[in-house]
């Protein structure tokens, strides 16, 4: 079987502190006895390039597992340097390798040239040991090394604690010649005792991983650089590299165990290890020796089964990291029996794990490649495995392996946030005059808009009447309360002398000191969200009031389009289906937007990935709805029409009582005019989303709105995500997969199972029949929002006069007998945190709106 796509991820790399500990554990002893169990044959890796140099050494260098090393005259082709460089030490005595017994020092910058034959990822690993000389300390060398434009060290000197030193990168080289650069910083020296660069595997990274927050996959993967920081074999003994054809090297987890009482360790034999077939996931992907170890829960005396296995590490803040989990089951007795999660920094990076419906056997290896953004790493990273509850099986969690890698940042730098060209990386917003030209872009796009506005309204009669079918004015807009925008006691602010605030209506300004504390100093614990502009924490204002903070990222290239463009729009958008916009704050270099708090999250968690409730047909429905009053509006209930331009089930948010409303308005564009007829823009939005008409003619109109919101629609109905790599072929993208089974007339085959029984099927051919008309090749030929919204509220309808049926099908039963059990109400319970201990409400649904003017022609079978 071959390994999903999604599972392929970036390369394995190994750890400095690891290789560390396997030479001091084999040569100066160890507290930890090391046990290296013979593992199945591993078929060799040839590397292409293979150029292993023993710097400063007159005779070459056998390591254990066989590989050898230059001598320094041997490669003295590849140094660029004018002096004298040669040392060694001593005495032999105190360490682990011959390798660190010579050195290259250098008092100016030196260069080692390196030719490639074949483009594609490279390993890179740099050897260093102190030692005094009579002419020389290493002791007090302070330098940086580069690798081409990409900074591998920064301000590098050595530790005593640690005597030897291992950095290991993946860089994917993509020229002839690769140089690695040492520079001598503050008058001291550089050196190097040992240099790798070795060809690796091109299938080690694929391009995409898992997103820790908000789901999806973060792609892109394989245009960057990597330094291992950990790599771990869980529950087993190290291993070297003269057990990993790529010489790599696995540490025990031991020392990284929050508690080693609550972890058991378990091991089969090397032979029984299985790897599927393909490319996708080999021996090089990890040994077996990784796959035949793992930690598993232990009992720790404890009743409850219930509670997770944790390990800690260091990281360093500011950079985002790539982490590679290997699996394989080799403690169930028999498949479908062991489901569990995994949890990243108290985040679901990998909810109810099945590896039997992954591998289809026991002992068989399996990985899952999570991306963490820099956003939400501290110089702590907790990673942790528990029992899933939700389905019968073992009360347990396992984990073989696990490797930590940095990604270099926006300066290409893999240490510090200075790159190689003296480029500095932002951490604290941008500069003032940057500031300054986003207010006046603001302001003359507010007047130019203002204007537009007044024109178009003047206009707005004939518009009207073209823009708009019959169940487009057939069902009204209501805009919601917008009260709290007055009201300066409990939201508003007593600054609003600002230009924007005072004179065009954008909502509450926010000095930074008041998000600061609503944030509590922007604490990451307070995440809520992560996006392109930036994260989105919880806050809490005034009296108590809950919002969301957006703050942008200074470092995103989006983030000044995205903020001028949610005030512009925000600021003159209120409807009960939007998510409203409270003020924001642009103080200094600060870009922050202030919205209502939806306490449910998005609608895409509600459908899988996070294990909560099941929502009903009758709640997908109805948000389903809700989300398409809000995209109605937008396209007609404005003074201009307006796109949003990136439809989503991430997009549509829930509030405490499962009210749908439209949030994130960052890519929308104003609709076209008439005479337009089209939007002439760069193609913008999420992958499995996408128009296709829009993507090839790059003409955006509201009809690539309503394209996404098909894809909304079957996501509803079959509870799973618009593009899933980790599927076959023909199941990757939901629209093209789900109208496949549409055409056969076998739609009720994919739906949610949870939704099996439920769903009345005459209600379901109605809003398949919408989706399916939302995703027709060109815009000429999908229906208006309004359209869509018509025949929603109609597949309502006839759900509940189906239900309708059965309750007084149910009662006429019970006449004269016992009274008929309760349904089960299967609606999500709200958080009492989130609603101050005060039940969820269910919406009322007005007089005017579409749900009470159906009731009016229930007796009508459709269009």
């Known amino acids: 079987m071959k390994m999903e796509e999604k599972r392929r991820g970036p390369p394995i790399h190994c750890p400095s502190m690891a290789l560390l500990a396997i030479l001091f554990c084999i040569f100066l002893g160890s507290s930890r006895p090391v046990v290296i ?13 293979n150029h292993l140099i023993d710097c400063g050494a007159d005779n070459l260098a056998t390591l254990p597992d ?13 140094l660029t340097y004018d002096g004298e460089h040669k040392f060694s030490s001593q005495s032999a005595d105190d360490v682990p390798s011959a390798l660190y017994t010579t050195a290259s020092a250098f008092s100016k910058e030196a260069i080692y040239t390196f030719s490639i034959t074949s483009a594609g990822w490279h390993w890179i690993r740099l050897h260093f040991h102190a030692f005094r000389h009579d002419k020389i300390s290493l002791f007090e060398a302070n330098f940086t090394v580069t690798a081409d434009n990409l900074v591998l060290l920064r301000n590098f000197g050595p530790d005593s604690s640690t005597p030897v030193v291992v950095k290991e990168y993946l860089v994917n080289v993509t020229t002839e010649k690769l140089e690695i ?88 034999s090397t032979s029984a290890i299985k790897y599927p077939d393909g490319k996708s996931l080999d021996r090089y992907i990890a040994p077996s020796l990784i796959y035949a170890t793992a930690q598993q829960m232990g009992d720790a005396n404890m009743a409850s089964p219930t509670f997770n296995v944790t390990w800690d590490f260091n990281t360093t803040s500011g950079f985002s990291y790539l982490i590679r989990l290997h699996f394989c089951d080799i403690v169930s007795k028999s498949l479908y029996q062991l489901y569990f999660n995994v949890f990243i920094n108290q985040q679901m990076a990998v909810a109810g794990l099945d590896l039997s419906k992954e591998t289809m056997a026991l002992s068989t290896a399996y990985y899952r490649d999570i991306y963490v953004d ?65 207010g006046l872009a603001m302001m003359f796009g507010t007047f130019v808009g203002l204007g537009a506005m007044v024109i178009k309204w003047q206009k707005r009669p004939q518009d009207w009447q073209k823009r708009n079918s019959f169940s487009s004015w057939l069902l009204p807009i209501h805009a919601g309360d917008t009260s709290f925008m007055s009201s300066k006691n409990s939201l508003g602010s007593q600054r609003t002398s600002t230009f924007f605030s005072s004179t065009l209506g954008l909502g509450r300004f926010f000095s930074f000191a008041e998000l600061q504390e609503a944030t509590k100093d922007f604490d990451s614990r307070a995440i809520i969200g992560v996006g392109g502009f930036g994260n989105v924490y919880l806050g809490v204002i005034d009296d108590g009031t809950k919002v969301a903070v957006k703050r942008g990222n200074p470092q995103s290239e989006q983030g000044i389009n995205e903020f001028q463009t949610e005030l512009q729009m925000l600021s003159k958008l209120r409807h009960r289906h939007l998510v409203s916009l409270i003020g924001y704050c642009d103080e200094n270099s600060e870009m922050i937007l202030v919205y209502e708090y939806m306490s449910n999250g998005p609608f895409r968690d509600h ?120 599927l076959p072929r023909e199941q990757v993208n939901l629209a093209e997969w789900a109208m496949m089974w549409k055409r056969k007339g076998l739609l009720d085959k994919i739906i949610d199972p949870s939704l099996v029984g439920t769903i009345n099927p005459e209600s379901m051919k109605k809003f398949a029949e919408a989706a399916e008309k939302c995703l027709a090749d060109y815009g000429v030929d999908r229906p208006s929002m309004g359209d869509v919204l018509w025949n929603l509220e109609y597949a309502l309808q006839l759900q509940e006069s189906s239900a309708q049926g059965k309750t007084e099908e149910t009662s006429t039963i019970a006449v004269g007998g016992p009274v008929a059990p309760a349904i089960p109400d299967n609606s999500p319970v709200a958080s009492p945190q989130e609603t101050n201990n005060s039940p969820a409400q269910v919406p009322v649904i007005e007089d005017h709106s579409g749900t009470a003017m159906f009731a009016q022609f229930a007796a009508l079978n459709g269009r």
């Open 607 to 726: 459908l899988y990935g996070k294990n909560l409730p099941q929502l009903s047909w009758r709640q997908r429905l109805e948000i389903c709805i809700g989300a398409a009053r809000g995209l109605h509006y937008l396209h007609t209930g404005a003074a201009q029409g307006i796109i949003h331009r990136d439809v989503k089930t991430t997009n549509i948010l829930l509030d405490d009582a499962f009210v749908a409303k439209v949030a994130d308005f960052g890519l929308s564009k104003n609709a076209p005019t008439m005479e337009q007829g089209h939007v002439s823009t760069a193609v913008k939005g999420s992958f499995g989303y996408l128009d296709p008409e829009y993507f090839r003619r790059q003409q955006l109109t509201d009809k690539s709105d309503v394209y996404s919101f098909g894809v909304v629609l079957l996501e509803a109905l079959c509870a799973r995500p618009a593009i899933n790599p980790a």
């Open 374 to 438: 820099s956003a939400v790493v501290t110089e702590k990273l907790k990673l942790q495995i528990g029992p899933n509850t939700d389905k019968e099986g073992d009360a347990n969690a396992i984990i073989n392996g696990v490797e930590i890698l940095k990604m270099n940042n926006q300066v290409n730098s893999l240490d510090g946030f200075i790159g190689a060209d003296g480029k500095k990386a932002v951490a604290g917003g941008s500069s003032k005059t940057v500031v300054a030209a986003v």
């Open 37 to 49: 169990v013979s593992a199945t044959a591993t078929p060799a890796f040839s590397p292409r390039d």
């Open 181 to 268: 650069k040492f520079t001598p910083e503050n008058d001291k020296v550089a050196f190097v005792n040992a240099i790798e660069v070795v060809s690796a595997p091109d299938y080690l990274i694929e391009d995409s991983a898992s997103n820790l927050i908000g789901g999806g996959q973060f792609g892109g993967l394989s245009s960057r650089s990597y330094e291992t920081v950990y790599r771990l074999n869980m529950g087993g003994p190290l291993v070297t590299s003269s057990n990993d054809t790529l010489g790599r090297t696995w540490e025990n987890d031991e020392n990284y165990l929050n508690s080693t009482l609550l972890a058991k360790n378990a091991s089969v």
């Open 66 to 78: 066989g590989r050898i090393f230059k001598t320094d005259k041997q490669a003295a082709d590849y």
